[in-house]
């Protein structure tokens, strides 16, 4: 990352490069950002960022990017320093840089370390959205969704998804209101019914 081997990397059109795991690695914030504004340019698919101890700027600067990472599927943070920190408008702010992002790239399907943030519950609700498969509706302004395939994708909305999609379940220490259940005996999030992707795709359909 120091010499920029990684930004000339996923700015090769003939790389090959799926996942980016830069786990247990010291980024600063410089290489966070140099990174984000390449990725958008690459086939990159997973991006694995744990315990690489990120401070504020650098993260905000990557959610920032996510819309216009249209091959991402997956990414995993290190959100330590925030959560050590006192300043509720920094995490405030990054949740609401990952909640647009999530809103605007129907690609990605899997977030975790999103626990902190009071946002939470608006997360999991566009994850479980995105892996019911909302990219299907963007490419409907195109070309009309065959009416035969509306029931596998209602089918799949109505399915119970892998409660490792919205991070990890359980109580959940929130600074704002206090600690809250996330998880309902069924291991699916209350505020993520399976119901409420049916109900948004019929909306759309």
Request: glycine content about 6%; hydrophobic content about 35%; charged content about 20%.
């Amino acid at each position: 990352v120091g010499n920029g081997v990684v930004e000339r990397l996923l700015r090769n059109p003939q790389s090959q490069l799926r996942k980016l795991c830069l786990s247990f690695r010291y980024l600063e914030n410089h290489h966070v950002k140099a990174i984000a504004q390449v990725l958008p340019l690459s086939q990159v698919e997973e991006v694995d960022f744990d315990t690489c101890r990120i401070q504020r700027q650098g993260l905000l600067e990557f959610a920032r990017q996510l819309p216009n990472m249209q091959s991402l599927n997956s990414f995993s943070m290190d959100t330590t320093p925030l959560e050590n920190s006192a300043d509720n408008q920094a995490i405030w702010e990054y949740g609401e840089a990952l909640r647009h992002g999530l809103m605007e790239n129907p690609s990605i399907t899997l977030l975790l370390g999103i626990e902190i943030f009071p946002q939470y519950p608006l997360l999991c609700h566009y994850l479980s959205l995105n892996v019911a498969g909302r990219k299907i509706l963007t490419l409907s302004q195109k070309q009309r969704i065959p009416d035969g395939l509306w029931a596998y994708i209602l089918a799949r909305a109505g399915s119970s998804i892998n409660r490792t999609t919205y991070g990890y379940p359980g109580v959940v220490r929130d600074r704002w209101h206090g600690t809250r259940q996330l998880a309902s005996s069924r291991g699916n999030y209350v505020y993520n019914d399976p119901a409420n992707a049916v109900y948004f795709f019929l909306q759309n359909s």
